[in-house]
């Protein structure tokens, strides 16, 4: 291609609106145009890499036996009734009536189509398992939409739903998607994390999550220095970290006026925030509330707290006069001693050993307290796991130290058991000749989220470096001054001409551009290979090759360029 | 492929709301199923078929210089009310508001979005043409869905949209994109036809429909049998027809009692259609009513009189009381004698002699009635093209007849000229550095639909008869009672691996099914090549093959079949 034929729509200023990195780059390579709020347009540029996602995609689902199946975008508000799911979700799904004033809306997700195809087409559990899949643009009307097409409102999706006659399928087909989903990413050239999961409102039991690491992604996870264990920190399990083996203090009521945070309270008293008993009021489940006590330097988690099912959902932290009825003082200076609250304990909350709590008094705590002598040892019951893993936690698989990395969710699969097929009697017959109930799993990527997700984790202060499978051409070929030289553009037609024949994806940029202007264009779309040939390099019979990544150029001889650049691309 | 990997979702009955053949065959075939009216899944074997369809559409396009992007299918009402048609555009626009009430419509086509992307990427008529084109579904919300993907709410359209400098440089790109739809539907196997077309509401001069001939098409379409010239009916010009010669007869007011049409009247007065004059009345533009006349055989043609501006628009015929008081008759006996309404009368019309008409009396007629002499000759202003082109008429371009066909339209090329770059003020700098607004062509094919389309004109009683070009698979290689001979297992698995290998496309019949069965399933769906294997077969080294259009079929060796179906393929 060249770029007289394919033109660059790059831009040098940063649009004001584009918070992060592939944003801003995607904008400034002319990847994407926004055309309303969380709304893009993909540029040709832009979609040669989207594409290049799908194939990758496509070619992998299939290898793994998925159907390929197309359902319109457009779904009628019946199956969403049927499924529960009209009335269950929120405003993200956008409702529409069409001319004789019928429901529907536009498809976040496919679970009551797909579930309503299966049920008239699977009759028999000889017909079973089978995994339908599709890419196609969905739409969630995000409440903030953001970030360029990292969460944007219509998007593309792969989404994928399998059918099974008992759970051992399922959990064959589930394992057979994780396996592709890594295939996938690590042939997108991409570092990337399968994590344990919280199954969420989709439902279900068993779930992963696909992330690509990057610095600036929102996701926290936690994985094993030592083993393959990774878990999205809202699910990774907290360890109990013992105190320290001291003889036990006095009990004593300290002045601690206008010290409310741990902080405050600890730099007052030169007690570490670890030594610290942070005392939490929620609403409680069935009305009241619930004190959640947690070490002060640990953060609470809010997904495991709801699970346990004591507080109410969502989490609400007790206002200012409910803490006030509950235990007579600010919040700053609450603690257990004395409070007549259902309490949960963090597992490293109940091993501390002479630590300092509020006293239920204003501007007052006390030191040297002990569980057993200064207030009940908890129980069992209430010893639980609630807060937030920290880099340096044991890993709950017993092997190495967690360590926490960001990451950017592009992939998602569930085990969703019989929530729809339930719901939505969608029933085989059995060996027996009886009727029951498939169970499902359902199986996400972000197709567009991936392509920003990459670039988020591969840029320079020049731009955009793609993995080679992501490129939208493996090769620049960059002529310097060639409208002023006959010979140079008859060597340039030949080397793109043997570069093509070789196979390689090459963009000629034969704009009538200074080369400064030509080189930073290539670097901002992120071409991995550039090749600059010259008046001055023909007389040598020589090229200037530079990859996206290396510091310096290199001469290579222009007859071994095809060779050279078929090996550097791994063609 | 293998059945037992690629399930059949084939039908023996046919749904009872399938109302044209492709559809039909479409559920039978297990290529698509209905959602809701209008909205259909395409399963794994339907789309098979839609993908290679958009292929050859993306193959072709790329070819022609176009650039291929994806716009959103959520557009904002903004740039529809720039455009002015937010307001124009009926019920077809499925119109919503998102979470924060503002307003955004289903994209039926992308005009407006396409524009508004042009107007701020394009600065420099340097930078022009360009030529963008998608491959996405569209939703317009139809009053009446039917005949299955062939008129669907939601469906998968090719659209470009070109812009340029000026018009000459239109006209090229519309000729590039007459020559790729050509190319497009060859490529495809399909018997089409460019024809004329009216450019309608949407604007703009030139135009040209692309149909699919069949039988059952919806639009009729006139061609000559001598030359290249095709136009839809509502287009096609027609010539004016001379009368005989005649000396001319009395002028004689006759009784036709209870006669009213042009049938009961000719058969009354044993006078031929083609010497009886029809007089119409229709709603006047400016109020009123006015008369139209047509030769008793000819037909009215609707577009071409609100063409004229001079009736109203839509046409609307004139209700019993407006005849009675224009004319003081019943409509039966209608006619221009004495008529004081504005008249047009068609070419053929006006050649007529010695005709006859209504007397403008209930229940009488006049014979033997002249131009010139019985009532006033028309001027040549009132002298014009009304009436559709029938089977036998000189072909306009004066080479040939016209004859005509039905066909199904599956393309449209537009020269929109400035109609929505002057609305939204999409301009670019000219060479004399003066703004200047772009000039536009559109081109649209309904990929979805093509594939209906070859089924309505490929098939038969045992099902579809795909074309090379659009065959889900190339070869069915139907095994007889395989799971008894472990022989018969390797020599099928040997010979789906040699012809897999041959670079076919074969789908293997795996099933443990009746031959009868497997065969009727093959044809219904359509497979162009079928190959049998058996038992009996191996022992003399040879294969049963059938073209699915043939009556019987063949011996040959095995070892030839590779090479032979090769052959057959066209690979």
């Known amino acids: 291609m060249r770029t007289s034929q394919f033109p660059l729509n790059t831009l040098k200023e940063t649009p004001s609106d584009a918070e992060i990195i592939s944003h801003k780059l995607m904008i400034r390579a002319g990847m994407i145009r926004k055309l309303a709020s969380?709304?893009?347009?993909?540029?040709p540029l832009g979609l040669r890499v989207l594409r290049k996602v799908e194939n990758v995609v496509r070619e992998e689902m299939n290898r793994a036996g998925a159907l390929e199946v197309a359902?319109?975008?457009v779904q009628p508000a019946e199956l969403w009734q049927?499924?529960?799911?009209?009335?269950?979700?929120?405003?993200?799904?956008?409702?529409?009536r069409d001319?004789?004033?019928?429901?529907?809306?536009?498809?976040?997700?496919h679970e009551e189509i797909i579930t309503d195809l299966a049920r008239n087409e699977l009759k028999s559990y000889k017909q079973l398992p089978v995994n339908y899949y599709q890419i196609q643009p969905k739409f969630r009307d995000e409440?903030?939409?953001?970030?360029?097409?990292?969460?944007a409102r219509e998007f593309i999706m792969k989404d994928a739903y399998s059918f099974h006659a008992d759970e051992e399928s399922l959990q064959l087909t589930y394992d057979a998607m994780y396996t592709a989903y890594s295939t996938i990413f690590t042939r997108l050239g991409l570092g990337f994390r399968p994590v344990l999961a919280d199954t969420g409102s989709i439902g279900g039991s068993h779930s992963h999550e696909f992330h690509v690491l990057a610095d600036s992604g929102e996701d926290a996870i936690a994985f094993s220095d030592s083993s393959d264990y990774a878990a999205n920190i809202e699910q990774a399990e907290a360890p109990a970290l013992t105190g320290p083996t001291e003889t036990e203090a006095e009990l004593t009521l300290v002045d601690t006026p206008n010290r409310h945070s741990i902080e405050e309270v600890g730099a007052f008293l030169k007690s570490a925030p670890e030594r610290i008993l942070k005392t939490l009021l929620v609403a409680g489940k069935e009305g009241g509330v619930v004190a959640l006590l947690l070490r002060g330097d640990h953060a609470l988690n809010v997904i495991k707290t709801e699970k346990l099912g004591v507080a109410a959902t969502p989490l609400r932290f007790a206002g200012e006069q409910e803490v006030r009825d509950a235990a007579g003082c600010v919040s700053g200076s609450l603690g257990p001693i004395g409070l007549k609250t259902p309490v949960l304990v963090d597992r490293s909350a109940a091993a501390l050993v002479n630590f300092v709590c509020g006293a239920n008094q204003d501007g007052k705590h006390y030191t040297g307290v002990n569980w057993g002598r200064d207030l009940p040892q908890p129980g069992a019951?209430?010893?639980v796991d609630i807060r937030n893993v920290v880099d340096g936690d044991p890993s709950p698989d017993g092997r190495g130290r967690l360590r926490i990395a960001r990451g950017i969710e592009v992939g998602h699969i569930f085990q969703l058991g019989a929530k729809y097929s339930e719901a939505m009697n969608a029933t085989v017959l059995n060996e027996q000749g009886k009727s029951q109930t498939m169970m499902m799993g359902c199986y996400g990527i972000g197709v567009s989220r991936v392509v920003a997700a990459a670039i988020?984790?591969?840029?320079?202060?020049?731009?955009?470096i793609w993995p080679g499978a992501l490129a939208p051409f493996q090769v620049a070929l960059v002529p310097i001054n060639m409208q002023a030289s006959e010979r140079l553009q008859q060597a340039t037609e030949q080397l793109y001409a043997d570069l093509t024949a070789?196979?390689?994806?090459?963009?000629?940029?034969?704009?009538?551009?200074?080369?400064?202007?030509?080189?930073?264009?290539?670097?901002l779309i992120g071409i991995p290979h550039r090749l600059v040939i010259s008046d001055k390099g023909l007389d040598e019979g020589i090229l200037e090759y530079k990859g996206r990544r290396d510091a310096d150029s290199k001469t290579i001889a222009i007859s071994e360029a095809p060779g050279f650049l078929r090996r550097a691309c791994g063609n």
């Open 38 to 43: 969380g709304l893009y347009a993909w540029l």
């Open 71 to 73: 359902m319109p975008m």
């Open 82 to 96: 049927e499924s529960g799911r009209w009335e269950q979700y929120g405003p993200e799904l956008t409702r529409l």
């Open 99 to 109: 001319r004789h004033e019928r429901e529907f809306c536009l498809g976040p997700t």
């Open 143 to 151: 409440i903030r939409p953001r970030f360029g097409v990292m969460r």
């Open 381 to 383: 019951d209430a010893i």
């Open 456 to 464: 988020e984790q591969n840029h320079d202060d020049k731009g955009i």
């Open 502 to 523: 070789a196979g390689l994806d090459v963009l000629l940029d034969d704009r009538k551009a200074r080369p400064g202007v030509m080189f930073a264009d290539m670097e």
